[in-house]
């Protein structure tokens, strides 16, 4: 029993010694892949030490108070691989802060005339009917695909305002002062994403689609008399993966990329000019993926009548 036991923790001991170097290696391998994910991370960083000066430097502390920490968390949930990304959240925020503060000042100007009984109901049916009525709206397929994380932002900082002003009296100098924060947060984020190493969504989809032709035609070299033969030859073989197939790398990249190419297609419509072109067809770019896609399902078709051993007599 003993001896099993030292036998584990060996084994343990090993992997613990191993477990370093693997982990350098992988973060290695990530970068290297595409180093533009350390320059996102550098960029991260940088933007949250801009931010954190709010916190740090007391002239700014004093302007602003406590109220600094949603400039942090701006940047942090704001800031994004992609410039079309970070356009997309950091206009959606800002409009999402902007309508629900405009709406909760309203609320407040109404609830004042009433008295401390009928400012109670007032605010809890205003709470009601804005928080379902914007639930709702996140069921629509254009406000969701576009505008759900703006919707979210509205109903968090229209609740925020207009549950706290029943108990604190300076609720709109309150509102203001994070108004300017998430400002501070938007713009340390927009300059960041667009101004410092910009990553841009429609490269990216641009360079995904040619990636998906060249890998669908490789695909379909593959298909010539001697690649049949060496792949009836190799029928009998188990052992080979379907990973190590280069036929079926090729269109497999192209059935799994739906989803990135509409998400890619959204953010780069946010994006500005930045190349010679005026203007990007983004979504063509979506309807060449659908049309690569269906042409891929007769290549997995023919990929299963190579690897299937029927005989026609």
Not at 151 to 158: D, G, R, W, Y
Not at 167 to 179: D, L, P
Not at 259 to 273: G, K
């Amino acid at each position: 029993m003993m001896e099993t036991w030292r036998k584990k923790a060996g084994v343990a001991w090993e992997k613990a010694k191993r477990s370093p170097a693997l982990a350098c290696r992988k973060m290695w391998r990530v970068g290297k892949d595409d180093p533009r994910r350390a320059i996102h991370a550098v960029k991260v960083g940088l933007a949250l030490t801009l931010v954190s000066m709010l916190y740090l430097l007391e002239p700014l502390f004093e302007g602003i108070g406590q109220n600094a920490i949603w400039a942090v968390m701006t940047v942090v949930v704001v800031l994004e691989f992609t410039a079309g990304a970070t356009l997309c959240k950091g206009l959606n925020r800002g409009l999402g802060t902007i309508l629900a503060g405009s709406l909760a000042f309203l609320i407040e100007f109404i609830a004042e005339a009433t008295g401390q009984v009928g400012r109670a109901i007032f605010i809890g049916c205003a709470v009601f009917i804005i928080g379902a009525a914007a639930t709702y709206l996140r069921f629509l397929p254009y406000v969701k695909k576009n505008y759900d994380y703006g919707v979210v932002i509205f109903l968090l900082t229209f609740n925020l305002i207009t549950v706290s002003s029943f108990r604190v009296s300076n609720v709109m100098r309150i509102a203001h002062e994070r108004f300017v924060t998430i400002a501070i947060g938007c713009g340390i984020c927009l300059f960041m994403s667009l101004l410092v190493f910009p990553i841009w969504s429609g490269q990216d989809l641009h360079n995904s689609t040619v990636n998906k032709l060249q890998g669908l035609a490789n695909s379909i070299e593959d298909f010539s008399d001697e690649a049949v033969t060496e792949a009836r030859e190799e029928s009998d073989d188990e052992e080979k993966s379907c990973d190590e197939d280069p036929i079926y790398k090729g269109y497999k990249a192209v059935l799994d990329s739906k989803s990135t190419d509409e998400t890619l297609a959204l953010y780069a419509s946010w994006e500005p000019r930045h190349s010679r072109h005026c203007r990007y067809p983004w979504q063509q770019y979506v309807k060449v993926g659908a049309a690569l896609r269906r042409f891929s399902y007769t290549v997995v078709a023919l990929h299963g009548c190579l690897q299937t051993e029927i005989q026609v007599n």
